[in-house]
Structures are given as C-alpha cells and as structure tokens.
C-alpha cells in the first residue's frame, strides 16, 4: 500500500543537474501542488542538463527553467533543511552530505540508487537512452512509494 504523500520532500544529488531535477519535476507532475517539492546538490557546478530536459520534456514535464543550486546555496536563500518532512538522496555523496545536514534535526532521509547516465552511451540516441533509464527508475521508485499519479494531464 501506497504511503501518505509528505507536506515537503528535497530531493538531493551530486551536481542538482539530472537525477534530482528530474525527481523534483516529475513528483510535482504526479502529485500536484499538495506537496512541497525542491532539489538540491551537494554541488552547484553544473546547469540542467539537456538530455534530461528531453527526457522529461517525453513525458509532459518541464524542466528548461530550473536552476541548480547546493546545500549551501539553499540555506542562503532562505530554504532551512528543517522544514523539509523528507528528504530523498539519489546518489551516494548526496546521502552523506543530507546525512551529515540532519543529524540535528528529526528527519528522515532516504536512499533511492538511481543511476547517474552522464557520460553513458556513445551516440545521442544511446544518451537519450540511459537518461530514459533514469527517468524510469525514479517513475518507479516515486510510484512504489506513494501509488499512481493523481493524474498526468
């Protein structure tokens, strides 16, 4: 049985460039607007990648104006970690550093291992391939914790 959808969900990553963009946008598309939804990476040195705008873009999410941003960047701006109900790491490093973050606050972080597809595949169809793969991984994983999509219009 599905899980109640949280108030507020981080999904944190390496670079807040693929995989966490991605989860951000398509539990928004999912789930609506009940529920708070932001990303994050341990690192703010990347852009959004394209490929994963494409991918997105398949499946009626939109992701060409998100702006990536750090952990840090994200307590400048004013986004405290504490208000988060859950957060969700999909990288290792992310893990640690959500980890290290809240081990002053009552919050749970989860570990969801989805593959990073940067630098995968020779051709862009290969490319589009294993960002798919991604894509469908945190389809599964969002679907497996908290049921179908309310509606994907």
């Known amino acids: 049985m599905a899980a109640e959808l949280p108030q507020s969900v981080l999904f944190c990553c390496d670079h807040n460039a693929v995989r966490s963009p ?5 539990m928004k598309k999912f789930y609506g607007a009940d529920t708070y939804v932001q990303s994050v990476g341990v690192k703010n040195d990347m852009e959004i990648d394209g490929f994963a705008i494409s991918v997105c ?14 952990f840090d960047e994200m307590e400048e ?10 957060v ?7 893990q640690r550093r959500a980890l290290e973050l809240t081990r002053v ?18 051709g862009r169809e ?7 793969q991604t894509r469908d991984q945190i389809i599964s994983h969002l679907t497996e914790r908290w049921g179908p999509p309310e509606s994907q219009t």
């Open 22 to 26: 991605m989860a951000e946008g398509i």
């Open 57 to 70: 873009a398949e499946i009626g999410v939109e992701l060409a104006r998100h702006r990536s941003r750090s």
């Open 77 to 86: 701006w004013g986004d405290d970690l504490s208000s988060f109900d859950l």
């Open 88 to 94: 969700v790491a999909l990288s290792p490093a992310s």
């Open 105 to 122: 606050f009552h919050l749970d972080v989860e570990y969801w291992p989805i593959m990073d597809p940067s630098g995968l595949g020779e």
């Open 126 to 132: 290969d490319r589009l391939s294993a960002y798919r």
